[in-house]
C-alpha cells in the first residue's frame, strides 16, 4: 500500500509543480496585455482554470497523501515525523503553500484588471518554486538528517 500512496503522492506533487512554475509565466505575458483586450481575458481564463482545475486539487491531494505516508513510515510512535529531514521538508512545503497563495491573491487581481505588479517582479516569482522543488527532492531523496 505505501508504494501506492507515494505513486499517487509524486503524481500529484509533479501536477503541483507545473502549475506553480507555470502560473507565474503567465503572469509575465498577462502583464503586456492591456486590461480589458481579448488577450487579457483569454489570460484570466487560462490562470482561472489553471489554478482551480490543476494546482488547487494537486495541492489537496500532495498534502493529503504526503501526511499519510509520514504517518506510515518507519516503526515508531511518530512514523516519519519524529525525523528531522521531513519536519524540514515540511517547512519548505508550507513555504510552497504561502506562495500558492500568493498566486491566487494575484489570479484575483488580474481578474479584477487590478495588477500591481511587473513582468519583472513575475519572473523572479517563477524561480521560487523551482528553488524550493529542489530542496524538497533532496531531502527526500537523501533523508540527510
Known amino acids: 500500500m505505501y508504494q ?7 503524481i500529484g506533487v509533479i501536477a503541483w509543480m507545473a502549475g506553480m512554475l507555470y502560473l507565474p509565466r ?4 498577462h502583464c503586456a496585455a492591456e486590461p480589458g483586450s481579448v488577450q487579457s481575458e483569454t489570460f484570466k481564463v487560462m490562470e482561472r482554470r489553471l489554478l ?12 493529503a497523501l ?3 505516508l509520514g504517518w506510515l513510515g518507519p516503526d515508531s510512535r511518530y512514523g516519519w515525523f519524529a525525523t528531522g ?3 524540514a521538508k515540511i517547512v519548505l512545503v508550507l513555504a510552497m503553500a504561502a506562495l500558492h497563495g500568493f498566486l491566487v491573491r494575484w489570479v484575483r487581481a488580474f481578474g479584477r484588471d487590478q495588477n500591481r505588479h511587473s513582468e519583472k517582479f513575475y519572473r ?3 524561480e521560487i518554486p ?5 530542496a524538497v527532492v533532496l531531502l527526500a531523496v537523501l533523508k540527510p538528517f
Open 4 to 10: 501506492w500512496i507515494l505513486a499517487f503522492h509524486i
Open 26 to 29: 503567465l503572469f509575465v505575458y
Open 52 to 63: 482551480h482545475g490543476i494546482i488547487d486539487p494537486a495541492m489537496i491531494i500532495s498534502f
Open 66 to 68: 504526503g501526511l499519510w
Open 85 to 87: 529531514w521531513l519536519q
Open 124 to 126: 523572479i516569482i517563477n
Open 130 to 134: 523551482a528553488v524550493l522543488m529542489v
